[in-house]
């Protein structure tokens, strides 16, 4: 089954979002945002920051509820959190005090998976993610990018069926962006769920993504294009940025982002 054909995991139906400001009044963050994941489809959202990104993931995984509007998972209304889905954010959510096989763990734990059986599957997720040697590491001993693989085993080892990430690799320096990318790609390409992620770099957006969904400035940001990626899998993220056709979608996407960039720069600065 296609990507187009697929049952639809995350379905934004004409959402509205508003925030009370603590001097009375309200801030309406985001306006009528119409957005569809199919099952398997990866979308990537870019935009000002500060224009409602997060907002939609926060929707998505049922944090909080829309003014208007509602968010559909797998056809059901979402009207609590979302159990289907696994939340990656930017900072870690690692326990300081546990062992990496341990964070890996708690996920099954707390749902009531025997400690053994656990552990055991744990295991065989640090080795997916290349950490299979660091079970006994505590988070201060590894490095931001080896704590990312353990946060994302930690959400994948629930079997999630939509994974909603949050600027992930924000954090990180280059090499090693690409190199999470490129493990996020691998283990996506295994087992495709859906995967709403948000990000500020275009081209790491690009390079991941099946879709790429532009979000205009705020307050009252909306959904202002829908770009189809159509560049070959499997991908390497360092390769796939030399193809033509990258930097092709590349200038006609950051024709509409720029100046949606500048506009949200300038309501940041009070001009």
């Known amino acids: 089954m296609s990507v187009s054909e697929a ?3 995350v379905e934004l139906h004409g959402v509205d979002v508003a925030f009370r400001l603590a001097k009375g009044g309200s801030y309406r963050a985001v306006e009528a945002a119409t957005l569809k994941v199919a099952d398997g489809e990866f979308v990537a959202i870019v935009g000002p920051t500060g224009c409602g990104k997060s907002t939609l993931l926060n929707i998505a995984a049922g944090l909080i509820a829309p003014a208007a509007g509602r968010a559909d ?37 707390i749902v009531g998976t025997p400690k053994a059986e656990a552990r055991a ?3 065989d997720w640090l080795a997916k993610v290349g950490l299979g040697a660091f079970g006994d590491r505590y988070p ?6 080896q704590r990312k693989r353990i946060g994302l085993a930690q959400v994948l080892i629930r079997d999630p069926k939509i994974l909603l990430m ?3 690799f924000g954090p990180l320096d280059a090499q090693t962006r690409q190199i999470m990318g490129n493990l996020l790609l691998e ?18 957006a690009i390079a991941l993504s099946d879709r790429v969904v532009i979000m205009s400035a705020g ?14 899998r499997p991908r390497d993220i360092a390769e796939i940025k030399l193809d033509p056709a990258f930097h092709t979608l ?4 950051w024709h509409m982002l720029k100046s949606e960039v500048i506009k949200g720069y300038a309501q940041a600065e009070g001009r």
């Open 7 to 9: 049952t639809s995991a």
């Open 73 to 109: 998972i797998f056809g059901a209304a979402l009207t609590t959190l979302n159990r289907q889905a696994g939340y990656l954010f930017q900072a870690d959510s690692l326990f300081p005090w546990k062992t990496a096989l341990e964070n890996v763990a708690i996920g099954l734990e």
């Open 121 to 123: 599957r744990a295991k």
């Open 140 to 145: 201060h001993m590894l490095s931001g990018g």
């Open 166 to 168: 949050d600027e992930p």
């Open 187 to 204: 283990l996506w390409s295994a087992d495709r769920k859906a995967v709403l992620f948000v990000t500020h770099d275009l081209e790491e």
């Open 219 to 232: 307050p009252a940001a909306r959904i202002i294009g829908d770009w189809r990626v159509t560049l070959p």
């Open 250 to 253: 590349h200038r006609e996407i």
